[in-house]
């Protein structure tokens, strides 16, 4: 597994953002979210040894930006030339978020046909509203690999009708002494859907705030991951 941020920031967007680790990481350390800067690693899968070789070792997943949206508008002309290092590397696999999909025709390369087979792209949805505003549209996109991210997930949703050709569906609460609480029994609705569909389901983590069997819990933030692993339900 790699990371690879070729550039940083990043804008609230919509109900999910409004405890952003990004904007609570750089708030800590002084620094302006809103300002979208290319960093030095933006040429990270690209860069050799003094032999000639990849220093990125092939055969790994690499995580793109995960301290900004891919398709956020500012990094327009910046995105091209990483299309371009993700056709050099056919030997890793790119999986990148965004809750921007309605952006995607805006976004692609002109080879990018009916999908790289080295990119999965992952749509994030919070809520109903955005789980059929989002959905709806991500669900006709020539994507060879989709995943589903609700995290974090902050009501009941029901995404049956979006699953078809989707990989993976992600659930997660929120992170943040004011969060809002995640309910185990939507968790639990969301892995039903998936398993009637044949769709991989995976808890990744429960909240902060955690409802189960009518009682809210208030969990640390080091244990929301490990807990939900504890609950066994990845199918
Ligand atoms: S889109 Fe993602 S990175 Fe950007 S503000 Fe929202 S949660 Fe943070």
Known sequence: ??????????????????FCYIHKGDAKRGMDTGAIVKLDGFDAPVRKTKK?????????????CFSTDFFIGE??????????????????????LTKRIERFWNCI????????????????????????ERLSFFKTLPIRHKNII???????????????????VVVGGESDRNARPLDYEWVLAVREQCISAGVHFEFRQ?????????????????ELGSQARKAGIDC
């Not at 609700?150 to 993976?168: A, M, N, S, T, W």
């Not at 902060?208 to 080091?222: A, P, S």
Request: glycine share 8%; hydrophobic share 30%.
């Open 206 to 222: 429960c909240g902060t705030h955690f409802i189960k069997d009518g009682r809210e819990y208030t969990l640390n933030v080091r």
């Open 109 to 132: 390369p002109d080879d990018w046909g009916d999908g790289y087979e080295n990119v999965t792209i992952g749509c994030t949805v919070e809520n109903q509203a955005r789980a059929d």
């Open 150 to 168: 609700c995290q974090p997930l902050i009501e009941r949703i029901d995404i049956r009708k979006y699953l078809d050709g989707v990989e993976l």
């Open 1 to 18: 597994m790699a990371m690879w941020n070729p550039w940083r920031g990043c804008h609230r967007y919509s109900e999910g953002c409004k």
């Open 75 to 96: 990094a327009d002309e910046w995105r091209k030339e990483c299309w371009e290092m993700m056709r050099e590397r056919p030997d890793l696999h790119f999986l990148f």
């Open 52 to 64: 000639g070789e990849y220093k990125m070792k092939p055969g790994q997943t690499v995580y793109v």
